[in-house]
């Protein structure tokens, strides 16, 4: 018999930890990172996310990304419990903070539908559960455009053996780590 996994509470707080610790660790893994661009599933319109604190910087990847002629959007929070929006963009446009504070695009951006969503988590598994920071903005947005391909994004030492499962979890189609990108079936 396989051991329980840790409740996300518990799980939440030791992954903030861990990955605290390896942004500390691998200062060049949103390079390599981005060096594995092209590995990406394919997807003319890329939601990329602007990191907070310990989040592995999806800036790198951002460029890389539009270097291979793919678009970019980021996400936008504009009411607490809907799927977020997703706003056209540029790196070098203008942003200002979302209803979370996180760095948006300005309300005059074109409001798109990305075919491929990378987001930032806690931790995954190899099953393609992703563990977020809790709010739900994710699993209600990946529900609101299901045809959007989800890619998480995150270091390779964020991976757990199993995390707890719960009806509105949505999973990821594939990870993006410092070593390349992993599919999951």
Known sequence: MSPLPIPKRE????????????????????ARVAAHAGDLPPGGLVAVYRAVGSELDAAPLAA?????????????????????????WAPGEPL???????????????TVEPDLIVTP???FDARGWRLGQGGGHYDRTFAAVPGATRVGLAYAGQEVAGLEIEPHDVRLHGVLTEVGYRAFA
Do not use: N, Q, T, W
Request: a neutral charge.
């Open 64 to 88: 890389a990304l539009i270097a291979a002629g793919r678009e970019l959007c980021l996400p936008v929070v504009v009411e607490a419990d809907a799927p977020m929006i997703f706003r056209r």
């Open 11 to 30: 799980l939440r707080a030791a992954m903030r930890a861990e990955r605290k610790r390896l942004s500390g660790l691998e200062p060049s893994a949103a």
């Open 96 to 110: 200002e903070p979302d209803l979370v504070g996180v760095a948006a695009p300005l309300p005059l951006a074109e």
């Open 121 to 123: 988590l806690l931790a």
